[in-house]
């Protein structure tokens, strides 16, 4: 099972704010692992969008779990997503997104499987932090 961790969005928009991007994640490259994978914000506005990112050192295929919770003060959500993915060597490829109110707070989960091995992409991405 995957650990769940809480991102408060307001450490989430100052992140954005100082880059675009609040982290991503070296992964062990064996037997076709992707390069990194990545959790992403973007802040426009009011809403807050959070993006599972994977880029391959080649042609991947695999399956992939994003889910995310949600709470403010306009209500909450969960969301899940998933599925089998084809990524291109080198090519930044987006696995699931989600739009949130950046009021909100969000437990996000992101994983990949490739074969047998599953990689936890939250904790590679918290392990920057």
């Given at each position: ?40 914000t ?5 809403m ?67 074969g ?14």
């Amino acid at each position: 099972m995957i650990d769940r961790k809480l991102f408060a969005i307001p450490a989430l928009i100052g992140l954005a704010l100082a880059g675009g991007s609040f982290a991503y994640a070296q992964t062990t490259t064996t037997n076709a692992l992707p390069q990194f994978c990545e959790l992403r914000t973007t802040v426009n506005g009011s809403m807050q969008a959070i993006e599972g990112i994977v880029t391959p050192d080649v042609k991947t295929d695999g399956a992939y779990r994003f889910s995310v919770r949600s709470s403010g003060p306009s209500g909450s959500s969960n969301i899940s997503q998933g599925g089998y993915f084809t990524a291109l060597a080198g090519q930044p490829t987006t696995l699931g997104q989600v739009q949130l109110n950046a009021s909100a707070k969000a437990l996000v989960e992101f994983a990949i499987t490739l074969g047998d091995k599953t990689i936890d992409c939250t904790q590679q991405t918290l392990a920057l932090r």
